[in-house]
């Protein structure tokens, strides 16, 4: 159908003069242009909603007023589901609120203990119907396109989409839901069953540097003989780790303990975590140490030297995610150190770095054990005056091998 526009204004300058009106087949967002641009001469905005409309009106008056524009827009909209209302002086055509039929419902909720973005993600997958609070856009403005009172069409640019749905949760503190009884009675159901104390654990660690071993020997199976003779433990092969073991052959003290008692195990850091399902912590031990960064030249020439501040020590990441009958582990151990650079860049530091990575499953109450982070030491010396002969001063070497033992024991809580 061909769509036609006509259009007779007779202008006054009083807002109560009469003015005379014939339109057919107009659209709503070339009708609303007029009026509140041309007639009312008030500032407005046209909602993507009203800009996208394809129906027509057709519509005749021979007494509208400047003054009475507004309401006359707002009585010929209505019929096809759209309203004008005015905010803080800009009038906007929007689409009419659906009013609440009977048999429709509001539910207010408040999280006890899992976060809102937890709950809508979960619960706005299986409750299809109704209306959420967070489906509200973030500001009058997001949606639609703004035109003073001026004889210029507005722009009909719809914007993207953002992120206002996020920042609404985000910024909420409670869950607001309108639908019927039966949507609502399914959404109680629902939330009673995720809105529950998230499951945690207790994990106690403790980092060894074990000295002394001999040739052809590991760390993990000195633990091996040293927990098999005393508390009767088998970490089973070597060569099948990371290694676990439950703790109900002597409790959680006594497999520290029987570490701890022997010399060549040296304890260099005991972090305790509690954590959350998928709560990822980190226990850092150590020292802040400043390397020279990236150079850069302003805008006057000044050639500026940047410094930049690495962790160094003992660092312990952890992400427990638990499961009905275990805990899957994402486990990181490093420990690095910094030493002065002979050798290329001698004026920043060299990291000295031991670190394991490693994603294991135990059952709750159980010990994992990490080993395999070794490092060896040599130096040499020499006995004598200088005036010797080389071939008359006494030379010795010296040689030590030393490895990380991470020892972690996972309860849940």
């Known amino acids: ?5 006509l259009a007779f204004i007779l ?6 003069a009469d003015i005379a009106l014939q339109f057919e087949q107009i659209r709503i967002a070339p009708l609303s242009r007029v009026i509140l641009g041309d007639v009312a001469r008030v500032p407005f905005a046209l909602s993507s909603d009203s800009i996208a409309d394809q129906s027509v009106i057709t519509v005749q008056t021979d007494k509208l007023t400047k003054s009475g524009s507004v309401s006359w827009l707002r009585d010929v909209v209505q019929p096809y589901g759209f309203d004008v209302v005015e905010r803080g002086g800009l009038y906007h055509v929007v689409k009419a609120q659906k009013p609440l039929d009977r048999g429709e419902e509001v539910f207010i909720y408040r999280p006890a203990h899992r976060s809102m973005a937890y709950i809508m993600d979960v619960c706005k997958s299986f ?3 109704g209306r959420w609070s ?8 997001a949606s639609v ?8 069409p507005a722009s009909e640019v719809i914007p993207a989409q953002g992120s206002a749905g996020a920042q609404t949760i985000k910024d909420a503190d409670v869950i607001v839901y309108e639908g019927s009884s039966s949507e609502i009675q399914r959404l109680r159901k629902l939330i009673a069953q995720i809105d529950i104390p998230p499951p945690q654990v207790v994990i106690q660690a403790t980092l060894y540097e074990v000295s002394n071993i001999a040739k052809d020997a590991s760390a993990v199976g000195i633990a091996g003989e040293i927990l098999g003779g005393r508390l009767g433990v088998n970490l089973g092969s070597v060569a099948a780790g990371p290694w676990s073991f439950g703790a109900s052959i002597g409790g959680v003290k006594a497999v520290f303990s029987a570490l701890s008692s022997d010399t060549r195990f040296k304890a260099l850091a005991r972090p305790n975590l509690r954590l959350s399902s998928g709560a990822k912590g980190r226990v850092s031990v150590g020292d802040e140490t400043p390397i020279l960064g990236a150079v850069t030249t302003t805008a006057g020439g000044a050639i500026v030297q940047s410094v930049e501040y690495r962790p160094s020590g003992h660092i312990l990441d952890v992400t427990p995610v638990i499961l009905d009958k275990g805990v899957e582990l994402s486990i990181d151990q490093q420990s690095s150190s910094f030493v002065q650079t002979t050798t290329g860049v001698d004026r920043s530091p060299t990291l000295l770095k031991r670190q394991v990575s490693t994603r294991v499953m135990v059952e709750p109450g159980s010990f994992v054990v990490l080993g395999g982070m070794q490092e ?8 004598g ?9 006494q030379k010795s070497s010296d040689r030590s091998e030393t490895e990380l033992l991470l020892v972690l024991y996972v309860e849940r809580v």
Do not use: E, N
């Not at 202008?11 to 109560?16: E, G, I, L, M, P």
């Not at 035109?147 to 210029?152: D, H, I, L, T, V």
């Open 1 to 5: 159908m061909i769509r036609i526009f």
């Open 127 to 129: 409750v299809v119907g």
């Open 145 to 152: 396109a703004v035109q003073s009172g001026s004889a210029r």
């Open 11 to 16: 202008f006054s300058s009083s807002a109560y």
């Open 134 to 141: 967070t489906d509200r856009p973030a500001s009058a403005g």
């Open 385 to 393: 005056p200088d005036w010797l002969p080389k071939w008359m001063v």
């Open 376 to 383: 060896t030491r040599t130096g040499s010396d020499t006995s």
